[in-house]
């Protein structure tokens, strides 16, 4: 995917797993939620044979946080759910 910036090549290949995994080429909401889960400190703190939607992370604790806060909330909330 042209223009989207990625830290590295395992964030790369996380997003294309997660792009399939949940279907989300023609969503761009699921696509940007896949993006998110899939920066490697994120993608490799979640349960993903318990995940049936890239939105599953609102149903876990301090999610609401975790959206205004950003990256380092998300992972902190991940810590907590562990």
């Known amino acids: 995917m042209p223009g989207i910036h990625f830290v590295n090549t395992e964030h790369r290949s996380n997003f294309g797993k997660l792009l399939i995994q949940f279907g989300s080429y023609q969503d761009r909401e699921y696509a940007a ?33 975790a959206i205004r806060a950003g990256r380092a909330a998300v992972i902190q909330v991940l810590d907590l759910a562990e």
């Open 33 to 65: 939620a896949c993006y998110v889960l899939a920066h490697p400190e994120i993608y490799r703190k979640v349960k993903w044979a318990h995940t049936e939607s890239p939105f599953d992370f609102l149903k876990w604790r301090g999610a609401a946080v």
